[in-house]
């Protein structure tokens, strides 16, 4: 590996799309909503279904996959082994908003859920037509669903916001630096990710 791309192999690893539900999660704790105020016992169990589904799983299953010679590397770099990993990452988060509906979450997550679902399903059919950047489509989620909270619950997070901003603009110089993508695929994605969340997220309230 190319010493001088460590720094950027760094950040894209610290801004892995993998930490977006959950950093949605915490920025929506933070945000002044209602959630702010309930049982902080609920909140932690959210956060650990969240946890288990974005994060733990993943991280075992994706190089599981890899040992078992389903993806030829943990970069990601061919088309197929894009689509088995977000065919996998699509499976994890269905069983994992199926038990949120069950054990009564809070709406507000649950609908989260769809639309990381939905964009993701978005992004998951760009395979076949593309390659548009999962880093870029995750924080143009993120993004998207802080203007949904400002907007719809007329909070005022334009501090949040502008550090969201600056995280994407990391993340994504840092995938153009180890050559993970080209710029168009990146700024596409994230306007997918971005323009998804906040359809699903305003159709759904």
Known sequence: MNK?????????????????PAIACIA??????????????????????VTTFSIILPLLIIPLLYNLYVIPNLKLQTKKSRIIVMTVMLAVYGLGLFLM???GFPTIIIQLFYAIIFTSILVLISQFLG????????WGGLVGFILFLSIHFQLDLRMLLVITFLLSGFSGMAVLKIKQCKSYEFYLAFLLGTTSMLLIMFFLN
């Open 131 to 138: 390659k548009l950047n999962f880093h870029g489509a995750a």
């Open 101 to 103: 509906m069950r054990y």
């Open 4 to 20: 001088s791309q460590l720094p950027f192999r760094i950040i894209s690893w610290v801004t892995h799309p993998i930490l977006i």
């Open 28 to 49: 929506l704790y933070q945000s002044g909503h209602y959630l702010q105020y309930i049982d902080p016992r609920i909140m932690r169990a959210v956060m650990l279904v």
